[in-house]
C-alpha cells in the first residue's frame, strides 16, 4: 500500500520537467501575443485609466503606465498588480509616444483638491507649547546659552534640558525677526 | 532584564547627545520617570524652505531598543514627501531589516542597533533638505514637490513661521 502511495525519485523529475516546459510555453507564448493584441487595440488607451492609476503611484512616469495598460489589454487591476508586486514596469520602446496631455491641464486640475486639504493649523506653536510668550520680547535679556554640559543630578539634568529647548526655539523666533526686519529694511 | 538594557543605551545615547550635541539638534527623554519617550527639536537645514524652522517630535522607543527601531512623529505642522499627514516619519532607517514594504532599501540603511539616536535625527533632518521621492508618505506633498515646487516651498515656509508664533 505504502509502495504504490509514494512517489519515487524519477516520477518527481518527470513532473518537475514536465511543469518546467509548461511554465516556459506559457511565458514565452504569452509576450508576442501580449504585443500583438495591444497593438491591435492601441488607440483605445483610456485616459481615465492612467489618471486613476498616475494618483495611486504619482512616482511613476505616465508613458510606462501607459505602455503597461496598452500591453495588458487596459487592465488597471494588472498594472496595480504588477507595480505592488515589486516587478516594477518595463521602459518602453521609442516607438511608442502615446498622447501625453499638457502638463498644466493636469495640475490646474489637482489644486483644488490640494487646496482643501490645506488649511488646519492641528498643532499649538511652539511659543504657547513652551509657555514662552513672556521671554519673546525681552531679546536684551537673554544670555549666551549655557555650555552643553551633563549633570550628576537628575532634576538639575532636566532643568538644563529644558533650557536648551528654550534657547533653540527663542534663537529661532528672533532670527526670523530680525530677517523680517532686515526685508521690512530693505525694501522701505 | 531587556528593559534595563534598553534603558541603559537609552540613558547612555541621552548623555553623549547632551555633551556633544550635533548641530541643530537638541534631544532627551521628555521626563527620565519614562526614559522610553524622547522629544527631539530638529532645526530645519541652511538653504532649504525648512530654513530658520524649529521642528519638535515624539521619539518612542520599544522595549526591545535598540534591536527594534524606534518610531518618530512630528508633534507640529509639516509638509514633506516623506512625513505622514499625522506627523509620523517615514525614513529608511527607521525601518527593522526585514520589513521592507517597498523593495527598494537596501539593508545597509535600515536600522539596526549600531544606528542611534544621533544618527535618526541627523538622517530626518537630511531628509527635510532631500525628500526622497521613491516612498511618498504624504502623495499630495510629494506631488506639489515634484510639480509646483514653488508652491510647496511656499508652504513650508508659511508652516515654519507659524510654528514660531510669528
Redesign the interface.
Known amino acids: 500500500m505504502s509502495d504504490q502511495g509514494s512517489i519515487n525519485i524519477p516520477q518527481i523529475f518527470v513532473i518537475l520537467l514536465v511543469g518546467f516546459l509548461l511554465y516556459r510555453w506559457f511565458f514565452t507564448s504569452s509576450d508576442p501575443a501580449g504585443i500583438r493584441q495591444s497593438r491591435q487595440n492601441g488607440a483605445r488607451l483610456n485616459p481615465a485609466q492612467v489618471e486613476q492609476l498616475l494618483?495611486m503611484f504619482?512616482?511613476l512616469d505616465r508613458r510606462q503606465l501607459m505602455w503597461d495598460l496598452q500591453r495588458n489589454g487596459g487592465s488597471v487591476a494588472a498594472t496595480t498588480e504588477r507595480v505592488l508586486g515589486?516587478r516594477g514596469l518595463e521602459v518602453p520602446p521609442p516607438s511608442f509616444q502615446p498622447q501625453l496631455p499638457p502638463?498644466s491641464s493636469t495640475?490646474t486640475g489637482?489644486r483644488p483638491?490640494?487646496a482643501a486639504?490645506?488649511p488646519k493649523?492641528?498643532?499649538p506653536?511652539?511659543?504657547?507649547?513652551y509657555n514662552l510668550?513672556s521671554k519673546?520680547g525681552s531679546s536684551a535679556s537673554i544670555e549666551p546659552s549655557p555650555k552643553?554640559?551633563?549633570s550628576q543630578n537628575?532634576n538639575e539634568?532636566?532643568q538644563?534640558?529644558q533650557r536648551?529647548?528654550e534657547e533653540?526655539?527663542l534663537a529661532?523666533?528672533r532670527?526670523?525677526?530680525e530677517?523680517?526686519r532686515a526685508g521690512a529694511g530693505g525694501t522701505a | 532584564m531587556a528593559t534595563s538594557v534598553a534603558s541603559k543605551r537609552l540613558f547612555t545615547e541621552y548623555?553623549h547627545l547632551?555633551?556633544?550635541?550635533p548641530q541643530g539638534i537638541?534631544a532627551?527623554p521628555v521626563?527620565?520617570d519614562d526614559i522610553f519617550i524622547w522629544?527631539a527639536?530638529i532645526?530645519g537645514p541652511e538653504g532649504t524652505p525648512f530654513e530658520?524652522?524649529?521642528f519638535?517630535a515624539e521619539l518612542k522607543f520599544p522595549k526591545d531598543y535598540p534591536l527594534a527601531p524606534p518610531t518618530m512623529k512630528f508633534?507640529?505642522?509639516i509638509w514633506h514627501p516623506n512625513v505622514y499627514p499625522n506627523g509620523n516619519v517615514c525614513i529608511s532607517i527607521l525601518h527593522a531589516p526585514g520589513d521592507d514594504p517597498?523593495?527598494y532599501e537596501h539593508a545597509s540603511e535600515r536600522w539596526s542597533p549600531i544606528q542611534s539616536v544621533e544618527k535618526i535625527l541627523i538622517s530626518v533632518m537630511s531628509m527635510l533638505a532631500e525628500p526622497n521621492?521613491?516612498s511618498?508618505a504624504n502623495?499630495?506633498a510629494?506631488?506639489?514637490w515634484?510639480?509646483?515646487r514653488g508652491e510647496y516651498e511656499r508652504?513650508v515656509r508659511e508652516n515654519?513661521?507659524?510654528?514660531?508664533?510669528?
Open positions: 494618483q504619482p512616482q515589486g502638463l495640475s489637482a483638491g490640494a486639504v490645506k493649523p492641528s498643532h506653536d511652539l511659543i504657547t507649547r510668550s519673546v552643553p554640559a551633563w537628575k539634568r532636566q538644563l534640558l536648551r529647548r533653540m526655539i529661532a523666533r532670527k526670523m525677526e530677517r523680517d | 548623555r547632551t555633551n556633544d550635541p537638541t532627551g521626563t527620565e522629544e527639536l532645526e530658520g524652522g524649529v519638535p508633534t507640529c505642522d517597498n523593495h521621492d521613491e511618498p502623495i499630495d510629494a506631488k506639489m515634484r510639480e509646483r508652504r515654519v513661521r507659524r510654528g514660531l508664533g510669528l
